[in-house]
């Protein structure tokens, strides 16, 4: 019994993290076509050809996450949710993304986003909860008590 409950916790905590992801994901398009907006009613040329990169970078993160959502359902539901110990690899954080070495494993986590709270609870809690790794080292991870969800590969050493 106690099993069924912590499994159904479990679903229940990664079916919130993922609705924030995705609210998270629109936000980030909605912001990138605001400014789209504003730059279109400014009305010069070249702000609107300069501004397109601008506006990609800023939508990256939202199309990320629904490009890659169907592949993070189907590592969910293949794999059970697994608490795991880590702790960050030092001198590999490179912006937003984050290296952490597993406990009791020869391979590290690399996760290619992982926000400052998110951070601040890792190092706090020393756990994230994964699903996976798939045959091509794939994962997806999640921390408890805020609700984020990533997905992130397993590598080497």
């Known amino acids: 019994m106690a099993m069924s409950m912590g499994v159904h916790v479990t679903t229940a905590w990664s079916d919130t993290c ?6 998270r994901a629109v936000g980030h398009i909605f912001f990138a076509l605001a400014v789209l907006g504003v730059v279109l009613v400014i009305g010069w040329i070249w702000l609107t050809v300069l501004s397109v990169p601008v506006v990609l970078e800023l939508a990256a993160p939202g199309l990320r996450h629904f490009l890659t959502r169907r592949g993070t ?4 539901e293949k794999f059970p949710w697994r608490p795991v110990s ?3 690899v030092a001198g590999r954080r490179i912006g937003r993304s984050a290296y952490l070495r597993v406990e009791d494993s020869e391979k590290n986590l690399r996760l290619p986003e992982l926000p400052e709270r998110a951070r601040v609870l890792v190092r706090h ?3 994230v909860w994964i699903a996976g790794p798939d045959e091509r080292g794939r994962v997806v991870v999640m921390t408890r008590g805020l609700a984020f969800v990533t997905r992130g590969r397993v590598i080497d050493r």
């Open 18 to 23: 993922l609705a924030r992801a995705d609210r």
């Open 73 to 76: 359902l189907a590592l969910i």
């Open 86 to 88: 880590v702790n960050f």
């Open 125 to 127: 809690t020393g756990r």
